[in-house]
């Protein structure tokens, strides 16, 4: 039997039979299965982990279905919150899975794209934005992120007008890397810590003082992973998320923002508020253009509804559902009469969507439109 850690195992023995944050698991809103609940994935691994049985693929598949939002911690009901950690389970879970040689075949593709083409899309490489980059060495490295590269590139278009405007010295990476947190959180770590080795001397021999990141998942994995893969970045390089960048700028003095009298409202983002704690940066880009019109939406912070950041497979597949969380996202700012959702990820962007008169905007297009 694979050994696990203590923490995992109070994690399984504590989630197993309590059903408390069930109601804030994304994954269970769209299948309605118990298998897609932090619970039941707890009863499942307890099965494994305690009963001595073999993964089968319907457990797999549940395991692979989680969002690795951290949901569930942020709800839980323990002596202390967040103490009991289903993420970590679950990526724990995952390693192992791999390791058994039982992982699914859309998640080895997502493997496979990843380390051929630098995306998890099964684009080709040569349709990347960053294709046409002119890499130089520069003040600021501005790290897109695989979903902009390939699908978004109005947000990179857009963070480049804001460098423009200001006459910052930047530059971004030609046929930009994938970060390698994708393939960690898909239980790939050696794999991830390749990439991780191929992006770091890169950003290294760029030159420059600060990381500029529009992707959470790769803020995290340069903030939280990269120390524990061996690549620690000096102490006089900053990495900050595109929000936390603008913000400096704009208490500063350096950017000013035209006003607005939209009502605005903001989607959290789950790796970069839940995992490393940034949600008052873009409130105070926002607020400053729009004041007393930015309001809050009932789930925030902490609590806020899951964008589907790290929403990769589901039951066997690629993930295609992102529209039915922008809907609980959707659903709220119209309660609050908000014409505008501005996102701090292009995961988030797409999942909400445009609908009606309502539209989700990228926290560097709401600056550059303002500028």
């Not at 309605?32 to 049985?53: F, W």
């Not at 007008?161 to 930047?170: A, D, Q, R």
């Not at 035209?258 to 508020?273: C, N, P, R, V, Y």
Request: aromatic share 10%; charged share 25%; net charge neutral.
């Amino acid at each position: 039997m694979t050994s696990i850690s203590k923490n995992n195992l109070d994690t399984i023995k504590a989630c197993r039979y309590c059903p408390m944050c069930r109601q804030s698991c994304p994954s269970e809103f769209i299948s309605y299965k118990e298998s897609d609940t932090p619970r039941g994935r707890a009863m499942l691994l307890q099965s494994v982990y305690i009963a001595g049985k073999e993964y089968d693929k319907s457990t797999v598949e549940a395991i692979y279905n989680c969002f690795v939002c951290g949901s569930c911690k942020s709800w839980c009901s323990g002596f202390e919150i967040g103490a009991y950690n289903i993420p970590e389970l679950i990526k724990f879970a995952r390693k192992d899975i791999v390791r058994k040689g039982q992982t699914l075949e859309v998640v080895e593709s997502i493997k496979s794209s990843l380390l051929e083409s630098d995306n998890p899309y099964q684009i080709v490489k040569s349709a990347s934005f960053s294709q046409i980059i002119e890499e130089k060495k520069a003040d600021v490295l501005y790290f897109m992120g695989s979903e902009i590269n390939f699908r978004n590139p109005e947000i990179a278009r857009a963070a480049i007008k804001i460098f423009n405007h200001l006459n910052i010295s930047y530059t971004l990476l030609k046929n930009e890397p994938e970060s390698g947190k994708i393939l960690d959180l898909l239980g790939y770590p050696d794999e991830a810590i390749i990439k991780a080795g191929q992006i770091y001397s890169r950003i290294i021999n760029s030159g420059c003082k600060k990381v500029v990141v529009s992707d959470p998942l790769a803020y995290d994995a340069f903030k939280n992973d990269y120390p524990g893969w061996g690549f620690k970045f000096d102490s006089k390089m900053k990495i900050l998320h595109m929000s936390e960048y603008l913000a400096e700028l704009v208490k500063s003095g350096s950017l000013e923002l035209a006003k607005t009298t939209e009502k605005i409202t903001l989607a959290d983002s789950e790796f970069l508020g839940r995992f490393n704690a940034v949600f008052e940066a873009p409130r105070e880009i926002i607020k400053s253009s729009a004041g007393d019109n930015f309001v809050e939406m009932r789930w925030n912070r902490e609590k806020l509804l899951s964008t589907g950041e790290a929403a990769f497979t589901f039951n066997d597949r690629l993930f295609t559902q992102g529209d039915k969380l922008g809907e609980k996202i959707r659903i709220q700012a119209h309660d609050i009469d908000c014409t505008i959702i501005i996102t701090l990820s292009a995961t988030a962007k797409n999942n909400i969507g445009d609908h009606a008169d309502i539209k989700a905007v990228d926290i560097a297009e709401f600056v550059a439109e303002l500028i």
